[in-house]
């Protein structure tokens, strides 16, 4: 049984329709999780490629008994990005 890697693709548009900014509590496409080794440089790099902070790194318990540490951040076009070093 062979199992299919997601793609993510990355689109750019000349003409862009307007568009209602992304929340995490709308209906409809929320965020995006991506999993890093290292979640305060992840979180360095969106900051230096013109992102902006949605919340503050934080560490909590997993259900297993270890520490997670995760972040919500926008890229440049406003979109909601999850970065955790648990996935």
């Known amino acids: 049984q062979t199992c299919a890697l997601p793609i993510f693709e990355i689109i750019s548009y000349r003409n862009l329709a307007p568009a209602v900014r992304p929340e995490l509590n709308r209906p409809g496409f929320a965020h995006v999780c991506f999993g890093v080794e290292n979640v305060k440089e992840a979180y360095d790099a969106v900051m230096a ?4 902070p949605q919340g503050e790194i934080i ?6 008994g270890g520490m997670a540490t995760a972040v919500y951040v926008r890229d440049p076009e406003g ?9």
């Open 49 to 52: 490629a013109g992102g902006s």
């Open 59 to 64: 560490q909590k318990t997993t259900p297993a």
């Open 79 to 87: 979109n909601i990005i999850e970065l955790s070093d648990k996935h």
